[in-house]
C-alpha cells in the first residue's frame, strides 16, 4: 500500500555526537535498566541510550524511524523516553492499536502512525529526515531486502544510525539439532530462500551495498535460549546471564550462533 495516513505530526531534529573512532558499541548494557517486556536488554540499552544522550547535550530530540513497527513494542517507550517515532507498518490494526498504547502512556503527540510497505519507504516518508531508522524481524518477509536498506539510506539523515534485527538462520538449525530433529536440521541448513541470505556476515555486506558503514554486528540471545529454564530461577542467574551475553554479544564464533542478529551501522556525513 503506498498511500500514508499521518495520525500525529512530528517535530524536526538536530545533529547528534557520533561515537570516537574505533568505537563498537553505542552503549555501556548496564544502561539497559527496565527494558519493554520481551525485549532485549541489549538492544534496549542501544536504542534508549540514543535519546538520553541527545537530552543530555540538551539536544533536540532524535526523530526515528520503525520500519514493521507494528502496535508500537518499542516504538512507544522510546517516545515515552523523548523521542518522536514515525512507525511504518501495513496493518491498519496494529496502528490503531500503536496510537491507543500512545495515547495511555501520555505521548500521542510524539507519536505518528503511516500505513503501507516497507518496500514503498521513500515514497511515504520525507528523504534525509531521521535520527534513527528500526528495521526489525522485516527483511525477512520482504521480496528485496537490499531495496529496503537503500531505502532506508534515502531517509536517514548524515550521520544518522540505522538498526537491523533478524532471526539468525545457523541458530535456527542448531535449535533443531539440540532437540533432537535432526531431519529438520538438515532441511533448514540446505533450505534456500531469503532467510539464508541473513546471517550475520551477509546483513552486514547488504548494509555497505546500501551505502552505510557497519559500525557493529551482534548477536541477541547466544546462550538465553540453551540454559535451561529451572537454572534461571536460581538467584543472580538472570543478572550473570545478562553479563555473559553482554560478554560475547559481539565476539564471533559466539556471535554467530546467537538467535537473533544485530547489526547498527551508520550513514556516512557530518552528524
Do not use: K
Not at 56 to 84: F, I, N, Q, T
Not at 85 to 91: L, M, N, P, Q, R
Not at 115 to 141: K, Y
Not at 199 to 221: F, I, P, S, Y
Request: aromatic content about 2%; some cysteine; glycine content about 10%.
Amino acid at each position: 500500500m503506498s498511500g500514508a495516513a499521518a495520525l500525529v505530526s512530528i517535530g524536526v531534529a538536530s545533529d547528534v555526537p557520533e561515537p570516537a573512532a574505533g568505537s563498537t558499541r553505542l552503549v555501556d548494557p548496564a544502561a539497559a535498566a527496565r527494558p519493554p517486556h520481551g525485549r532485549s536488554p541489549l538492544l534496549w540499552a542501544a536504542l534508549s541510550q540514543i535519546v538520553r544522550d541527545r537530552s543530555r547535550l540538551g539536544l533536540a530530540p532524535p526523530r526515528v524511524l520503525d520500519c514493521g513497527g507494528g502496535s508500537g513494542g518499542l516504538a512507544v517507550p522510546l517516545a515515552a523516553e523523548g523521542a518522536v517515532i514515525t512507525v511504518v507498518d501495513v496493518s491498519i490494526d496494529a496502528l490503531a492499536t500503536l496510537m491507543r498504547r500512545a495515547a495511555e502512556a501520555g505521548v500521542p503527540d510524539r507519536v505518528t502512525a503511516v500505513q503501507g510497505e516497507a518496500e514503498s519507504l521513500a515514497e511515504l516518508v520525507p528523504a534525509d529526515a531521521f535520527d534513527l531508522v528500526l528495521v526489525h524481524d522485516v527483511l525477512s518477509d520482504v521480496q528485496n531486502p537490499g531495496q529496503v536498506l537503500r531505502q532506508v539510506a534515502g531517509v536517514l539523515r548524515p550521520g544518522g544510525v540505522l538498526s537491523v534485527v533478524a532471526a539468525n538462520p545457523v541458530a535456527a538449525v542448531l535449535a533443531r539439532a539440540l532437540a533432537g530433529d535432526l531431519a529438520g536440521a538438515l532441511a533448514a541448513l540446505s533450505r534456500p530462500g531469503r532467510d539464508a541470505a541473513l546471517d550475520a556476515e551477509a546483513l552486514a555486506d547488504r548494509c555497505t551495498a546500501a551505502g552505510l558503514r557497519v559500525e557493529a554486528v551482534e548477536g541477541l540471545g547466544v546462550f538465553t535460549d540453551l540454559v535451561p529454564g529451572i537454572e534461571l530461577d536460581r538467584p543472580g542467574a538472570l543478572a550473570a546471564l545478562s553479563e555473559l551475553e553482554s560478554a560475547v554479544a559481539g565476539r564471533p564464533p559466539y556471535r554467530d550462533i546467537a538467535s537473533r542478529l544485530h547489526v547498527r551501522a551508520r550513514r556516512p556525513g557530518p552528524g
